[in-house]
């Protein structure tokens, strides 16, 4: 049985890969997050335990108590404009406290799984990026995910960077919505919508992201893997693929440009990720963007028990 440690588990993506793991009889899984678990109810699945990673006494008493076989990493400040105006926190979390747990990891044995984003890249290629291009991120946010890639590939020995891009899916209560579902919001309460038609994306639901990191925990791979959509569309192509699923009033998606959204931080304009290697290697295969939205759509109407 292997001892898996997940941080970040109350985030978004963070509490799929624990619900995922967690009902696996092979696995003994930890959650941890800066905060009290927000789904206390399924603690008969799993521990959780309530740690600040940027505290590296603190963190290292954590890995004391498990010793753990994986630790899988979803903690990061990932909110771009945030970032750019808070970067002494956004470097202590997205940079130093991954440093630390890369240390821990070695130190421990452990297989260190970290995500990471597409805006790491520069948007200027035009084409979908490998594992191979060489980084340059254009905002802070993409700048200290990229330091915290490097962090872990010079420490780690064992180890697996995740890249995802636009994480979908159903939220849970508290947690921050997708662009999938603020789409479905407005729609449904016939407001419009404006969102950018010159910017290009690789969008992941969240199943598939905990799909692909579930391939990697069984996996000795080492290295980058793109873990997201095999669908590359713009923002305003997205929401339209909604409304059509939704049988909505498309002429509510407003498209505009990456100048007339006037944004305060800069985004690579695309920042589409190819994953021709987690196929290869993993065996990965996510969902098309369309299937994904209709399961979204399914979920948001099922009656409530």
């Given at each position: 049985?292997?001892?898996?440690?997940?941080?970040?588990?109350?985030g978004?993506?963070?509490?799929?890969?624990?619900?995922?793991?967690?009902?696996?009889?092979?696995?003994?899984?930890?959650g941890?997050?800066?905060?009290?678990?927000?789904?206390?109810?399924?603690a008969?699945?799993?521990?959780f335990?309530?740690?600040?990673?940027?505290?590296?006494?603190?963190?290292?008493?954590?890995?004391?108590?498990?010793?753990?076989?994986?630790?899988?990493?979803?903690?990061?400040?990932?909110?771009p404009?945030?970032?750019?105006?808070?970067?002494?926190?956004?470097?202590?979390?997205?940079?130093?406290?991954?440093?630390?747990?890369?240390?821990?990891?070695?130190?421990?044995?452990?297989?260190?799984?970290?995500?990471?984003?597409?805006?790491?890249?520069?948007g200027?290629?035009?084409?979908?990026?490998?594992?191979?291009?060489?980084?340059?991120?254009?905002?802070?946010?993409?700048?200290?995910?990229?330091?915290?890639?490097?962090k872990?590939?010079?420490?780690?020995?064992?180890?697996?960077?995740?890249?995802?891009?636009?994480?979908?899916?159903?939220?849970?209560?508290?947690?921050?919505?997708?662009?999938?579902?603020?789409?479905?919001?407005?729609?449904?309460?016939?407001?419009?919508?404006?969102?950018?038609?010159?910017?290009?994306?690789?969008?992941?639901h969240v199943?598939?992201?905990?799909q692909?990191?579930?391939?990697?925990?069984?996996?000795?791979?080492?290295?980058?893997?793109?873990?997201?959509?095999?669908d590359?569309?713009?923002?305003?192509?997205?929401?339209?693929?909604?409304?059509?699923?939704?049988?909505?009033?498309?002429?509510?998606?407003?498209?505009?440009?990456?100048?007339?959204?006037?944004?305060?931080?800069?985004?690579?304009r695309?920042?589409?990720?190819?994953?021709?290697?987690?196929?290869?290697?993993?065996?990965?295969?996510?969902?098309?963007?369309?299937?994904?939205?209709k399961?979204?759509?399914?979920?948001?109407?099922?009656?409530?028990?």
């Amino acid at each position: 049985m292997k001892d898996i440690l997940i941080i970040g588990v109350n985030g978004f993506t963070g509490r799929q890969i624990l619900n995922d793991l967690s009902q696996q009889s092979k696995y003994k899984v930890t959650g941890s997050s800066l905060h009290a678990d927000v789904q206390p109810a399924n603690a008969a699945n799993y521990r959780f335990i309530e740690t600040d990673i940027r505290d590296f006494a603190t963190t290292r008493q954590l890995f004391e108590a498990i010793r753990p076989d994986v630790v899988i990493n979803n903690s990061a400040l990932s909110v771009p404009d945030y970032c750019e105006l808070h970067r002494e926190e956004a470097y202590q979390m997205n940079v130093t406290a991954v440093e630390q747990l890369a240390h821990l990891c070695e130190a421990y044995g452990s297989r260190f799984i970290h995500l990471s984003t597409d805006f790491v890249f520069d948007g200027e290629a035009m084409q979908l990026y490998t594992e191979a291009h060489t980084p340059a991120p254009v905002n802070y946010y993409g700048s200290t995910k990229w330091k915290g890639e490097e962090k872990v590939a010079g420490i780690c020995s064992n180890y697996a960077i995740v890249r995802v891009a636009i994480v979908y899916g159903k939220t849970l209560p508290g947690q921050h919505g997708n662009i999938v579902e603020l789409v479905i919001k407005r729609l449904q309460e016939g407001k419009e919508i404006r969102v950018v038609a010159d910017q290009w994306r690789t969008p992941t639901h969240v199943e598939d992201v905990s799909q692909g990191v579930s391939l990697l925990v069984e996996s000795n791979a080492n290295g980058i893997f793109h873990i997201c959509g095999n669908d590359c569309l713009s923002i305003a192509e997205v929401a339209l693929l909604v409304a059509q699923s939704m049988g909505a009033d498309q002429s509510l998606i407003q498209s505009v440009t990456t100048d007339e959204m006037n944004e305060a931080t800069p985004r690579p304009r695309f920042s589409g990720m190819s994953i021709e290697k987690a196929q290869s290697l993993l065996g990965y295969s996510p969902r098309s963007m369309e299937a994904g939205i209709k399961q979204i759509i399914g979920e948001l109407n099922r009656p409530k028990v």
